[in-house]
């Protein structure tokens, strides 16, 4: 017997194709109900959806993950974040045991020194603080975009994350670069100051870099590791690859 959510999952998906981004969202609320929960890394991506959500006052949960370990200038965006829309961002951390143990044993910047060690970081500093904030939810929205990586240029709109058990929807999936800082500019919303300084991506501090002219959006992420190892978990099934959809993943014509 087929299971409902991945049918679910395929109508949205294609659903997605003739709607706009706020539509999107709100084709979410409408059908499928539950808890709607978008995780905010507060990067450019993310404050786009952000507005979306708090700017038409979505029924949407909009969640952080603290890793305390990130730049001074993602907490000051998460700062104006909340006094522009008049909302709280909540937060998750890492539990205090699990942290204390993994640093123990690799030391403060021991994520450095293998592929395995690093996981091993972002399992306690990411994967299990997104466990306990989907908990209960029934769609996880996040910033995804096919543009990203060549990875994520394979991921769908919406698709059934069977290790978290939600429906997981990429509203921006089909935006491009410009599109998006046009819309920050017009929408005056609060951005984080390192995209001006040669980020696009951003994530814990002693893991991130500026990439170089040429190189794809998420080169400084992870750099010293191979490009087809440079996720952190929060993205991938049980196998370690991309949750994908069944359908083709960007629909044809222009951006939305």
Known sequence: MSNPRITLAAHLDESF???DTLER????????????????????????????ILANDLPIEVVTLDTGRLFTETYKVWTE????YGRRIRAYYPRHDALEKLVAHQGIDGFYDSVAARHACCDVRKVE???RALEG?????TGLRAGQSAGRSAVGFVAFDSGHGVLKANPLLDWERERLTDFIAENHVPVNALHAQGFPSIGCAPCT??????????AGRWWWENEDQKE???H???SGRLVRAKAPAVAEGPFR
Do not use: M, N, Y
């Open 232 to 234: 952190c978990g929060l």
């Open 129 to 131: 603080p997104l466990k």
């Open 25 to 52: 969202l709100r084709l979410l609320c409408d059908e499928v109900g539950g808890r709607i929960v978008f995780t905010s890394s507060l990067g450019i991506e993310d404050q786009a959806l952000t507005h979306l």
């Open 81 to 84: 974040t909340e006094a522009r």
């Open 137 to 141: 939810a029934s769609v996880w929205i």
């Open 17 to 19: 194709r003739a709607l």
């Open 236 to 238: 991938v099934d049980e």
């Open 209 to 218: 870099r500026a990439v170089a002219p040429g190189e794809s959006e998420r």
